[in-house]
C-alpha cells in the first residue's frame, strides 16, 4: 500500500506539474484506481518514446537515402546541384513536393499514375460521401423543423393547460371556500335549532301550535273553504232579502 502510495504521488506530480494537485480520498479504492492509471500512463508513455526514437531513426535514414540518391542522380550524370538553373531546380523541387505527397517510392510516371488514380478515386468516394451527407442533412434539418414545430405547439398546450389548471385551482379553492362556510352555517343552524327545541321543551310547548300542526290546520282549513264555496253561490240570490223572507224561505 505504501509503494502504491508513492508512485501514485510521483505521478500525479509529473501529470500536473506545477499545479496544485486536486484533494481526493485516500483509501484503498481509490488508490488502486489511481495506481492502475500510473501504471498505463508509464506504458503509453513507454510506447510514445519508443515510437519517437522508431520515427527518429526512418527520419535519419530517409536523409541518408536522400542524399545518397541525390549524389548518385547529380553526380552519376556529372551535375551538381549548383550547375541546375532555377526553374529546373524548382522544377525537380516540385517533382519531389509531389512525390513526397502522393506517398510513391520514386518519381517515374508508372508510380505517379497509380497514385493519382488512387486520389482521384479517393476524391470521387468523398464526394460521394459528401452527397449522401448533404441528403441525411437536409433530412436532420427538415426533421429539426417539424421537431421544433412541434416543441411550439407543446408549449403553448402547456402554456393552455397551465392557465386552465390555475383556473381550475381558484374554483376549486373558491368552492372549498363556500363549502367551509356552508359547513360552518349549517352547523349554527343545527345548534341555533338544538337550542331552540330545548327551550321549546323547558317551556313546555304542546304539540298542537307545532309548525307541522299549524300547516295540518291550514291544510284543514283551506280544505273547508273549498267545501263552503259552494254553498255560497247558492246563497248568493238570498243575501239582498230581509230578515222576515229569509225566515220564511228557511
Known sequence: MCEKNKKVSKWLSTVFGDQ??????????????????????????????????????????????????????????????????????DY????????????????????????????TNELLESEKTDRRLDRELNALRNKLGSVLVLRKTFQEDIKKTMKAQE???????????????????????????????????????????SHQALMELCEQVYTLKQEILPLSKKLEPYRDLSPVKKCFIF
Open 20 to 89: 496544485t494537485i486536486p484533494e481526493y480520498e485516500v483509501n484503498t479504492r481509490t488508490v488502486d484506481i489511481l495506481y492502475q492509471l500510473a501504471e498505463a500512463s508509464e506504458v503509453r508513455c513507454n510506447e510514445t518514446s519508443l515510437l519517437i526514437e522508431d520515427q527518429k531513426q526512418k527520419t535519419s535514414e530517409y536523409q541518408a537515402d536522400g542524399v545518397h540518391l541525390q549524389n548518385v542522380v547529380l553526380q552519376g550524370v556529372g551535375l551538381s546541384s549548383g550547375s541546375l538553373s532555377k526553374p529546373a531546380s
Open 167 to 209: 383556473v381550475e385551482s381558484a374554483k376549486a379553492e373558491e368552492r372549498l371556500l363556500n363549502m367551509d362556510f356552508v359547513k360552518a352555517k349549517s352547523k349554527d343552524l343545527s345548534y341555533r335549532n338544538k337550542k331552540a327545541e330545548d327551550q321549546l321543551t323547558s317551556r313546555h310547548m304542546e304539540n298542537r301550535i
Open 92 to 119: 525537380l523541387s516540385a517533382l519531389v513536393a509531389n512525390a513526397k505527397v502522393l506517398g510513391v517510392r520514386d518519381t517515374s510516371l508508372s508510380s505517379f499514375v497509380p497514385a493519382v488514380n488512387n486520389l
